[in-house]
């Protein structure tokens, strides 16, 4: 009976050590495939890459750069940026170069031949627009047409601006609101005349009776009004229009300035430059006139009180597709009437 017994338990164990030596040995063939494929796969990579830096274009020239940071040292010790480069490439005597800020080449033009082949020849490819954070900032998220990167928000927004805000009938039906700010501009300028005179010399200060006419233009056409507050009693802006038109210009100053954050992400928080600050200050102010005008006349189109278009916001609010619902959200319009002034 004992020889019976262990006769099985000694051929079991012959073939459990047999069933372990077979899933070791597919073990090690699936790892000598899985490598074999990873290596090949590598070295197939490691040549493509050989052949395309082959085919690839040489770089237009430019300042050599640090590893990571690039040309950002330089950039930052000559300031204001754009002439840092305009004098580099003086010094290169190069129409085009390629500077490298963190890990994104920047490419200047000087000639009107190769800006020609970027904008005309080019257009599809170089039509969408870099995104930064003063961008991302006024276009409250990338919501409107200006300062957007190409995609399917902008191309909303280009038909809706296109067609409902600068089309032909709406450039006649507010025409009355350009003559409107006209007539206001002769009138300030005549005040200005009669009140500012010197040894029988007018002095009117052009740059600013300009600046103030385009934007109160703008508002009438986005707001109807030509004044946040009073106004002067001569025509002319108050502080209102004042605090608001510094604003703006704010904003324009930083849109597509040079900031270490935009070639560097990591370092937006930071804000070395402190262009957030200034730029978040500005957006502030403008939103201050803004957003009760805009909120107030959603109400008045919700609740059934204004039914005619008078202007451009008027014509955002209302905007409608097939289904009869609202086209634009009150964050899109915001940033649009931000953009249009």
Known sequence: MQRFLLFPMYHYSILLLSHLQL?????????LVIFSITFLKGLGSHH???????????????PKP???????????ANRPTFRWIHNLMKEMNTQIACIQLGNIHVIPITCPTIAREFLRKQDA?????????????ISRGYLTTALVP????WKKMKRIVSHDLLSTTIHHQLQHKRLQEANSLVFYIYNKCKNNVIHDLALVNVRHVAQH?????IKNLSFSITHFGEGEKDGGPGLEEEEHL????????????????????????????????????????????????????????NDGSKIHKEDFLDILISLKDANKNLILTA??????IIVRC
């Open 246 to 301: 510094d604003s703006l210009f704010t904003l324009l100053k930083y849109v597509y300035d040079f900031s270490v954050s935009d070639y560097v992400p990591c370092l937006r928080g930071l804000d070395l430059d402190g262009h957030e600050r200034k730029v978040k200050k500005a957006i502030q102010t403008v939103n201050k006139y803004h957003d009760p005008i805009i909120h107030q006349r959603i109400k008045e189109w």
């Open 48 to 62: 493509l890459l050989e052949k395309r830096k082959k085919q690839e274009l040489p770089l237009p020239p430019g």
């Open 331 to 336: 964050e899109e319009i915001k940033a649009q």
């Open 23 to 31: 899933q070791a040995l597919c073990s090690s063939l699936i790892i």
């Open 66 to 76: 640090w590893p990571i940071i690039g040309n950002l040292p330089e950039m930052l």
């Open 213 to 217: 006419y385009c934007c109160n233009v």
């Open 150 to 153: 190409f995609g399917e928000q």
């Open 125 to 137: 490819t170089f039509a969408s627009r870099p995104t930064t954070m003063t961008a991302s900032l």
